[in-house]
């Protein structure tokens, strides 16, 4: 059913002329994944603008909220010094009856205010409201706590504030008739009153409000640089605008201006709406309850993005449309090349082999129509001759890397040889011979390159005993061999040659006798041989010219390359010969052979 259906679906589109399905398919390809790039990078570059907005002015209102913490902790700090201040406190509860007690008085304040002024000249001013009748008002440092003082906009605050620092902002203002400098009048700027209530140890309680006026410039100092792309507000506890570029906003309630999801929480961020257009908003809290406030116009930023966007729209159109008329041409260069092709093909399909010199150019199809020509003329050659060069060109490798003795003429002779050895009575030399010949009969073996692990064992030790008859006592062999490993396959004269490799190389003392050990063991899927011999060792150069292979004097990396080459041919490159070796300690020969089941 499902094969049915598959079938009638793809059929027309099979019917489709090749040049018109290339150019479908080419024009998909191409001009798809161009419109997707464009919307997602419009997509992606709006989402990542926003984040790092968003990340930028949180950075922006910590810092500020925290140079502002600073600021106001600064202030009320001032303001504490003067609160714990105990002479100060006995001179605004004390009953004056004398005018050489007031002048002291009036010095000390003075003296002390001036000093404050002076080490803190961003403070405008600061004043005592007092109670004490005795006292008279300077209305400089000292002013009546009379019912002008209670229309201030900081009473309320300060009276319920319990001797906490309270802020309050105070807009810009003309001075009252009896505030004139020189005969001049001046208009306050807005400003923030620190107030607070004086009751330190006092059982008058209070005796007397201390007031810090501080210019909003001052405050305003602290977003003034970072409030070029951005609006930045200074907002109090009640919500009410404390500093901002704009100082006929102040004292208005932000909430008014920015309409949004504003929440109880010290921090937070929301999208809101700001003079008719959409923006970011990013708030941070202090511990005063002091917030600042960050604005980001959304509309400008998007502004730049859609920009860029319509930019590369309009080279996305311009590149779709000149890419489909390069896809266009180039099908139709395609197509008419690959016709003349597909009539070659009928005409080898035909068994006509004599084609026509056709030049098509030299990319692709030009040279695979020049490569069906060479084809044309030599197919049958290529079938025939090439294939059976190719293969005697393999057998005769292998039987070149395998055939390193020809034992055949030599087994009769070693025959002849022992059985003259009997006539003789010699021993020795029977036993010699007889251990040759059975070498070599197990070696010749049929002309059989892979034998047993058993009978590699058996050829092994038919050569070490005749090793051992020739130096008499200064070769001893050691076998540590697993039997389970015995009917496991191996190339054939593996050990052999590396056995022959520790007599010649190994001995250095003539005293002390050269000692091998033979192992044999799995190693999970791998036959693991091993010869082991304490002899003189190889210094790294020589070491390294062993593993290189040697050359054709040098039977010995001779050897090792021909036990390596055999078995990686047989079994895979991840198999072969390992050599280990040290000056003065002895050489290790690993073989690695992989465990493919018993012969």
């Known amino acids: 059913m499902l094969r049915g259906l598959q079938r009638v679906l793809t059929r027309p589109f099979l019917n489709i002329r090749f040049r018109n399905k290339l150019f479908a398919v080419f024009a998909l390809v191409a001009v798809a994944p161009l419109l997707f790039f464009a919307f997602y990078s419009y997509g992606t570059m709006k989402a990542e603008l926003t984040r790092q907005t968003y990340a930028s002015m949180a950075v922006t209102t910590d810092q500020i909220s925290a140079n502002l913490r600073t600021k106001l902790d600064a202030y009320a700090k001032v303001s504490s010094s003067l609160y714990l201040d105990p002479r100060l406190r006995d001179i605004l509860i004390q009953t004056y009856s004398s005018e050489s007690s007031l002048i002291d008085a009036y010095s000390y304040i003075n003296s002390t205010f001036k000093n404050i002024l002076?080490?803190?000249?961003?403070?405008?001013?600061?004043?005592?409201?007092?109670?004490?009748?005795?006292?008279?008002?300077?209305?400089?440092?000292?002013?009546?706590?009379?019912?002008?003082?209670r229309r201030s906009p900081w009473y309320e605050p300060v009276s319920k504030s319990y001797g906490s620092v309270t802020f309050t902002v105070m807009t810009a203002t003309n001075p009252p008739d009896d505030q004139v400098v020189k005969g001049i009048e001046e208009r306050k700027p807005a400003r923030v009153v620190l107030a607070r209530l004086?009751?330190?140890?006092?059982?008058?309680?209070?005796?007397?409000?201390?007031?810090?006026?501080?210019?909003?410039?001052?405050?305003?100092?602290?977003?003034?640089?970072?409030?070029?792309?951005?609006?930045?507000?200074?907002?109090s506890e009640e919500g009410a605008i404390v500093s901002a570029r704009d100082k006929t906003l102040l004292n208005q309630p932000l909430a008014g201006l920015v309409q949004g999801n504003w929440s109880a929480e010290p921090d937070g961020s929301f999208m809101g709406h700001y003079k008719g257009e959409r923006v970011y908003v990013v708030y941070n809290s202090i511990g005063s309850g002091w917030r600042t406030v960050s604005i980001v116009s959304y509309d400008s930023l998007i502004k730049n993005v859609k920009l860029a966007f319509s930019r590369l729209f309009t080279l996305a159109v311009f590149i779709v449309g000149l890419a489909i008329l390069l896809i266009?041409?180039?099908?139709?260069?395609?197509?008419?090349?690959?016709?003349?092709?597909?009539q070659l093909t009928r005409r080898i399909e035909r068994e006509d082999f004599s084609m026509p010199d056709t030049f098509m150019g030299h990319d692709e199809v030009g040279q695979l129509a020049f490569a069906m020509l060479k084809m044309s003329r030599r197919l049958k050659e290529m079938i025939t001759?090439?294939?059976?060069?190719?293969?005697?060109?393999?057998?005769?490798?292998?039987?070149?890397?395998?055939?390193?003795?020809?034992?055949?003429?030599?087994?009769?002779?070693?025959?002849?040889?022992?059985?003259?050895?009997?006539?003789?009575?010699?021993?020795?030399?029977?036993?010699?011979?007889?251990?040759?010949?059975?070498?070599?009969?197990?070696?010749?073996?049929?002309?059989?390159?892979?034998?047993?692990?058993?009978?590699?064992?058996?050829?092994?030790?038919?050569?070490?005993?005749?090793?051992?008859?020739?130096?008499?006592?200064?070769?001893?062999?050691?076998?540590?061999?697993?039997?389970?490993?015995?009917?496991?396959?191996?190339?054939?004269?593996?050990?052999?040659?590396?056995?022959?490799?520790?007599?010649?190389?190994?001995?250095?003392?003539?005293?002390?006798?050269?000692?091998?050990?033979?192992?044999?063991?799995?190693?999970?899927?791998?036959?693991?041989?091993?010869?082991i011999d304490d002899g003189m060792g190889m210094r790294p150069e020589r070491l390294a010219f062993v593993r290189g292979g040697g050359n054709e004097e040098d039977k010995s990396g001779y050897g090792i390359r021909n036990v390596d080459r055999r078995i990686r041919m047989t079994f895979g490159e991840h198999y072969g010969v390992h050599i280990f070796s040290r000056l003065g300690i002895g050489t290790t020969v690993q073989i690695r052979i992989p465990v493919s089941g018993p012969l």
């Not at 004086?198 to 003034?224: Q, V």
């Not at 030399?429 to 040759?436: A, G």
């Open 328 to 342: 266009y041409l180039t099908a139709r260069l395609i197509t008419k090349r690959i016709e003349t092709l597909l």
């Open 385 to 531: 001759v090439v294939y059976k060069k190719e293969i005697a060109k393999k057998e005769a490798e292998m039987s070149m890397l395998q055939a390193q003795i020809n034992p055949h003429f030599l087994y009769n002779t070693l025959a002849s040889i022992s059985a003259l050895a009997m006539l003789s009575e010699d021993a020795r030399i029977h036993k010699m011979v007889t251990n040759l010949g059975k070498f070599y009969r197990i070696s010749l073996n049929k002309g059989k390159t892979i034998i047993s692990f058993g009978e590699e064992l058996k050829l092994t030790q038919a050569y070490v005993a005749i090793q051992q008859l020739r130096f008499e006592g200064m070769l001893n062999i050691h076998y540590d061999i697993d039997e389970s490993v015995s009917p496991y396959p191996v190339v054939k004269l593996a050990l052999q040659p590396f056995i022959e490799n520790s007599i010649n190389h190994a001995i250095w003392d003539d005293e002390a006798p050269l000692n091998i050990i033979i192992r044999a063991r799995t190693q999970g899927g791998t036959l693991v041989l091993e010869v």
């Open 198 to 235: 004086l009751d330190n140890n006092s059982l008058n309680y209070p005796y007397g409000y201390l007031t810090m006026e501080i210019p909003e410039a001052d405050i305003y100092a602290l977003i003034e640089k970072e409030n070029k792309n951005k609006e930045l507000f200074i907002v």
């Open 118 to 149: 002076t080490t803190n000249n961003e403070i405008m001013s600061m004043t005592i409201y007092t109670h004490n009748e005795t006292i008279p008002a300077d209305n400089v440092f000292l002013r009546k706590a009379d019912e002008k003082m």
